[in-house]
């Protein structure tokens, strides 16, 4: 099945602006709609299940964003589950998508004609589920499995809607499928976790069980909304006002400062593994942009995908995150901890602020010219360390600024005050959490711990409450 596409954000030099947002407020609006009439319409009363969210189940090429899953961005409240081909030292590879269920051929290795390079191009490291199955075993196991539940051909489960697992999640339909995995929905008949437990959990998803289905790893999440990605492209890429953004990106630092207290780095963080809680909106009409603008009604987040997650006492594999996200020390590979994490939330909360991608390249070079580009020269002291000589010529980093590539770093890059769309205080402070966060030396780059006692977070905007819960 061809790889789902994720769409491409407009282009910087379109000359279009979305400076109004929160510096203007005399913009006439026209009340559309309350609400996701799609997601209203799904909601029942019990519990649902999905092996993963659907809207991750992507990989993209090299050359293009790729666009994305318009069809399965419809919910239910309850969870999610994951199931994955149960096979002996697996590779955990999680493209686009925040739970996969890895398919493999027989002989045990990733079917490689359903895969491709993300055009957020990500490396992951090796990890091997802990256990004592061996492939004999599989094997004996799977001739012992009823005569009515099979595989097809690239590894995945066969099933149908209605289909039972573990005579408790029933398969309700296919959400999306991925290079390797597919993900559905599911009802929970047994609803045995109440709904009380979901509004006190962290920032991090819940995993609410696991099982083996004759082979097959099958994990129940709870269910979550739309990635901030998807809820983005399906606004035009309008970005999120100003509370919102402060909303989320204090859930966001908690979130993953509890991770880091406990010795945990995430290494993929990106707005495609941020969820919404419930990404019901509202709409509104804006006389200046002529189209309709999403408002999310609740922006609480939670955090999804560790599949490549490292603890610190664990092999750090040299090339980690997703490509715009990647921080300076993983590309020079001087090594990596924590404040890599860090990088990436600075890089997500500029998205969040423009609707934009701030680092669009797939070249690890042009990658380095655009950071001098927004932030200034690459220090001498990580130049001296690096490994990768060949980015630079006499301690500068080695980069014609009168190529076509070149001209197209500058064109679309600019000193990272410069996009600030005005100058009040949430503007300012907001620029400079993401300044501190976006430092390149990593001893030099502000913890999340720190971020959380940063003033962007000590102030309110007037009439509006962000603190959360």
Not at 122 to 131: E, N, V, W
Not at 164 to 188: H, M, P, Q
Request: positive net charge; hydrophobic residues 25%.
């Amino acid at each position: 099945m061809p790889h789902l596409k994720r769409a491409r954000s407009p282009d910087w030099s379109s000359g279009e602006s979305w400076d109004y947002r929160d510096c203007y407020s005399s913009h006439k609006y026209r009340r559309v709609s309350h609400s996701s009439e799609r997601e209203n319409k799904r909601h029942k009363n019990h519990h649902h299940l999905k092996p993963s969210d659907g809207h991750y189940l992507e990989t993209k090429s090299l050359n293009e964003h790729m666009e994305y899953h318009d069809g399965k961005h419809e919910y239910r409240d309850g969870y999610k589950m994951e199931y994955r081909n149960g096979c002996r030292n697996r590779e955990c590879r999680h493209d686009r998508y925040h739970y996969s269920h890895h398919n493999y051929s027989k002989s045990g290795k990733p079917d490689s004609g359903r895969s491709q390079q993300s055009s957020r191009e990500r490396h992951r490291p090796k990890k091997h589920l802990s256990g004592t199955s061996n492939d004999s075993h599989s094997k004996s196991h799977r001739q012992r499995r009823t005569k009515n539940v099979e595989d097809d051909e690239e590894g995945h489960l066969v099933y149908h809607t209605g289909d039972r697992l573990k005579a408790r999640y029933e398969i309700v339909c296919t959400l999306g499928e991925g290079a390797f995995g597919k993900v559905v929905e599911c009802i929970d008949l047994k609803r045995l976790v109440s709904s009380s437990l979901l509004l006190t959990c962290s920032g991090c998803v819940q995993m609410l069980d696991w099982f083996d289905h004759h082979g097959h790893i099958c994990i129940a999440f709870e269910l979550l909304g739309l990635s901030t990605y998807d809820f983005l492209k399906e606004n035009n890429f309008m970005p999120f006002p100003m509370h919102q953004i402060k909303h989320m990106a204090y859930q966001l630092c908690r979130a993953l400062n509890s991770l880091h207290c406990n010795k945990l780095t995430h290494t993929d963080l990106k707005p495609e593994n941020i969820l919404f809680m419930n990404s019901d909106h509202d709409i509104e009409y804006n006389s200046k942009t002529k189209r309709d603008e999403r408002t999310v009604k609740n922006p609480d987040i939670k955090v999804v995908d560790f599949g490549s997650a490292t603890f610190d006492d664990e092999h750090h594999s040299t090339v980690v995150s997703t490509r715009h996200y990647r921080a300076p020390e993983v590309i020079l590979e001087l090594g990596w901890s924590n404040p890599c994490d860090v990088w990436s939330v600075g890089c997500i909360l500029l998205e969040y602020y423009l609707g934009l991608t701030l680092f669009q390249t797939h070249d690890s070079r042009e990658h380095l010219a655009m950071m001098e580009r927004v932030l200034g020269p690459i220090p001498s002291s990580m130049i001296s360390r690096t490994r990768k000589r060949k980015y630079f010529h006499h301690e500068r980093l080695d980069w014609d600024e009168n190529s076509s590539a070149g001209r197209y770093v500058r064109r679309r890059c600019k000193p990272l005050k410069e996009y600030m769309v005005c100058q009040d205080s949430d503007h300012r402070e907001l620029f400079d959490l993401i300044g501190k966060m976006l430092e390149y030396e990593p001893s030099r780059r502000i913890s999340l711990d720190q971020a959380l006692h940063h003033p962007f977070f000590s102030t309110k905007k007037k009439g509006r409450s962000w603190i959360t819960k």
